[in-house]
């Protein structure tokens, strides 16, 4: 029974340090996600930015023929 208990004990031991022991490799892998959503980001402000300045300048070129005619 003393053999059962300590098999058990070792294996919750083994299990537990299994879990946690790659903290490198997961702080690498979080700056990678912020650095990828931040250039995610910045894309779709840009892509905003240059819909706007169409937009305005489609506005503008229409109001300014309907002034002409």
Do not use: P, W, Y
Not at 3 to 21: D, T
Not at 46 to 62: E, K, L, N, P, V
Request: hydrophobic share 55%; net charge negative; glycine share 2%.
């Amino acid at each position: 029974m003393k053999k059962l208990v300590l098999m058990a004990v070792a294996m919750v031991a083994v299990s537990f340090a299994s879990c946690g022991g790659n903290k490198a490799a997961d702080a690498e892998q979080a700056k990678a996600d912020s650095i990828r959503i931040a250039d995610s980001i910045a894309a779709v402000e840009a892509a905003a930015a240059a819909a706007a300045d169409t937009t305005a300048t489609d506005s503008t070129a229409t109001e300014a023929a309907a002034e002409v005619k």
